[in-house]
């Protein structure tokens, strides 16, 4: 009877000494055989999630204290028009959030999002440094920390250029209308194949 490592590892010489590199090569390229439309674009789907929660969770925070709220922290940073720009934001993490959650214009929501982190790294972030975990004690009410880094702005970032770059995922809905008018423009090709031969 083979054993799980023999079974799963195919070739490999059980008891010898090939290099195991070669063995997990085989074991990877006999797992992606099983989904191979996600072995491409697997990452799309978590960063997606990921994301767009957190821009959507940002923005419901901002409305849900009140844009006048976040415009008179606006206004404390001088920054020009703070109540529109209160309203903009609230927007643009909103429904830039949601079209990255559904995997819809990606790359057209990116760059107002994108803008949005910059102004947040360049106002706010960027004196208390990169890390988003300034530990500073604990108490018996819990774990005190000091102000945000620019660490997770950066992460934001880096999703949003891999996502816009790379595509949104096999389940994002831009990819499903594109199949969708693959399979409906695949016949009035064929019919205009058939009228030139």
């Known amino acids: 009877m083979r054993t799980l490592n023999e079974f799963c590892l195919g070739t490999c010489n059980y008891l010898g000494t090939p290099s195991e590199v070669p ?40 409305l849900a204290r ?27 993490e909103l429904v830039g959030g949601l079209a990255v959650v559904v995997g ?39 774990a005190h920390f000091g102000q945000l880094g620019y660490e997770t702005d950066l992460l934001y970032l880096a999703g949003l250029v891999a996502l816009a770059l790379e595509g949104s995922g096999p389940f994002a809905l831009d990819q499903l209308v594109r199949r969708k008018q693959q399979r409906g423009s695949r016949p009035v090709k064929r019919e205009l194949l058939g009228s030139k031969l």
């Open 23 to 62: 063995c997990v090569n085989n074991l990877l390229a006999r797992c992606s055989r099983l989904f191979p439309s996600l072995r491409k674009a697997w990452y799309a789907t978590p960063l997606c999630l990921m994301v767009g929660y957190g821009f959507m969770e940002h923005g419901y925070a901002k």
């Open 104 to 142: 819809a214009f990606i790359p057209l929501a990116s760059v107002p999002m994108a803008f949005v982190v910059l102004v947040a790294i360049f106002t706010v972030h960027l004196p208390y440094g990169f890390s988003s975990i300034q530990f500073q004690s604990v108490t018996a009410v819990g």
């Open 66 to 92: 009140g844009p006048d709220n976040f415009a008179n922290i606006l206004h404390a940073l001088e920054t020009p028009a703070p109540m529109w720009l209160s309203w903009a934001t609230v927007l643009v």
